[in-house]
């Protein structure tokens, strides 16, 4: 009896986890709209205004031409989208255990749900905010592919390449404090220097093979390749793929390296 009921423990352990997870993460939805009375508008308002933004920079004052793809402003869109939730999870990473040092220190629940419930959180912000892209979509008579079909394998490889992120940047910026505004300044220029508001395939030499090492270059040419064929490069998907594999195994032995001393410092 006793072998059975550690058996159903081990099985209901992963039920307990996703449970406490959304939990968390629910929470988190709860007080970021609690005050506001726009609430869930915020997660559009945010991606919409800067495509907005750029959008009139590049085509009414500058004049783009064969940079990204028409509609330009769908492009945008399909870039600044994923880019925020990449851009507010990595943020959040950075305090992620010292927001909530007293129930991290006092639940027996695996630390590493301190760092999941900040990329479903802002996952889920991110999922309610492509209404906006289908407006945008529709409304500017974008075309629509059968290569459509990888939206989720790239917002399955965006959640992949974040948990690696988190489980690596969390602890490492416990112990070092400074890291926090250092990932700011980073994350700034790394806008810049990801395939946002151009595509990949807009660098010239040797920038264009730098930035196919930039895992978000493979993630985002999957998330256009539906509405802009000509943004498809497999060659770059396929780096990526291998680099999110692989800062999924340094984050987890990072963070396995690390708890203990993470939990003494907080």
């Not at 500058?62 to 880019?83: A, N, S």
């Not at 060659?235 to 340094?250: N, P, R, S």
């Amino acid at each position: 009896m006793t072998r059975v009921r550690a058996v159903r423990r081990e099985s209901d352990s992963p039920r307990r986890y996703l449970h406490s997870l959304w939990l968390l993460s629910a929470r988190d939805l709860r007080v970021r709209y609690a005050t506001s009375a726009l609430g869930y508008l915020w997660s559009i308002l945010d991606p919409l205004v800067m495509s907005l933004i750029y959008w009139f920079v590049f085509t009414q004052v500058f004049h783009r031409k064969e940079v990204g793809g028409d509609p330009y402003i769908v492009f945008l869109i399909l870039g600044l989208l994923p880019w925020v939730w990449f851009n507010a999870a990595v943020t959040d990473f950075t305090r992620a255990f010292r927001k909530d040092a007293k129930l991290v220190r006092s639940t027996a629940i695996p630390r590493s749900i301190w760092v999941n419930r900040i990329i479903v959180s802002k996952g889920v912000e991110f999922l309610f905010s492509i209404p906006v892209l289908v407006v945008f979509a529709v409304v500017n008579g974008a075309p629509v592919t059968i290569n459509l079909l990888w939206f989720p394998v790239a917002v399955i490889m965006q959640l992949l390449l974040l948990i690696g992120l988190g489980l690596l940047i969390s602890p490492i910026c416990v112990l070092f404090s400074d890291l926090e505004r250092t990932t700011r300044l980073v994350l700034r220029a790394l806008f810049y220097a990801s395939p946002v508001i151009y595509g990949i395939g807009d660098l010239p030499a040797p920038f264009d093979v730098i930035g196919a090492f930039n895992p978000l270059a493979g993630i985002f040419s999957l998330y256009r390749i539906g509405f802009f064929p000509s943004q498809e490069d497999w060659t770059v998907v396929l780096i990526a793929a291998v680099e999110v594999v692989a800062l999924l195994i340094l984050g987890a032995a990072v963070f396995r390296r690390l708890e203990p001393t993470v939990l003494k410092g907080l």
